[in-house]
């Protein structure tokens, strides 16, 4: 990857999945960026609005002598140097599809799992389950059945929303004492996981284990209200 440029920077926070799969994304098609944390818990209130000062009247543009030439409409910019993660007509429909599932059905499952209370977690545990039963199905029948990835040989637009995040699954497996991805159950998807996360792209962005389990036992102790003592 080249050097970090000083025309893209990306803003982002090191536990988001949204980040992660930004960064992912231009690390594969070859971008360069300048990486920022953001301290999302110390931002500061916008500066007032400052007045505006009293304006004269704009004088009239001025404009060569003659007959205007319309410009040329822009030509559409094609790269072809970087490879595109969205595939094309109907695989492109299926992948939007199934990144709306994640975000709109998976996603939120996984967060009823961890922000449940212990009464409520078969029913969360049970939603992702049926949600991963889906997924599952697809990959063992469906349109991506026999490939390595959701995007083929290489890894693409659905890869990259369901992966990043899914490495959660087994830290919030941890935390909540369940099962949520059983490599019997759900071998396909366990499998691609694996073959996922072993990425070397994919390693250089997801945090280590131990940090993202600090952080998952931080949350969950504020959202239930509990101190250390009484976790």
């Known amino acids: 990857m080249a050097p970090p440029s000083d025309d893209l920077k990306l803003l982002g926070s090191w536990a988001s ?4 799969r930004v960064q992912l994304a231009h690390k594969l098609k070859g971008l360069a960026f300048e990486y920022a944390e953001e301290d999302l818990a110390d931002k500061s209130p916008p500066p007032p609005p400052q007045p505006r000062l009293q304006e ?51 996603g939120p499952a996984v967060g009823a799992v961890f922000a449940s209370p212990s009464e409520g977690q078969a029913a969360a545990v049970e939603q ?30 659905l890869d990259i929303v369901l992966g990043c995040g899914s490495y959660w699954l087994a830290v919030f497996e941890d935390v909540m004492e369940v099962k949520l991805v059983d490599p019997e159950a759900f071998p396909l998807f366990h499998s691609w996981l694996r073959d996922f996360e072993e990425q070397e792209e994919v390693k250089a962005i997801i945090p280590a284990i131990d940090r993202l389990l600090e952080y998952a036992r931080g949350v969950r102790q504020m959202m239930l209200g509990l101190s250390p003592q009484q976790q």
Do not use: M, Q
């Open 17 to 20: 999945s949204y980040t992660h």
């Open 56 to 106: 004269g009247p704009r004088p009239p543009p001025l404009r060569p002598p003659g007959p205007r030439v319309p410009h040329p409409p822009p030509l559409p910019r094609r790269d072809k140097a970087r490879r595109p993660l969205v595939p094309a007509d109907h695989d492109r429909a299926l992948a939007r599809f199934w990144c709306h599932f994640v975000d709109d059905k998976l």
């Open 128 to 157: 992702v389950h049926e949600n991963l039963r889906l997924v599952e199905r697809e990959l063992r029948e469906g349109a991506f059945a026999g490939r390595r990835f959701f995007g083929g040989d290489k890894i693409g637009v």
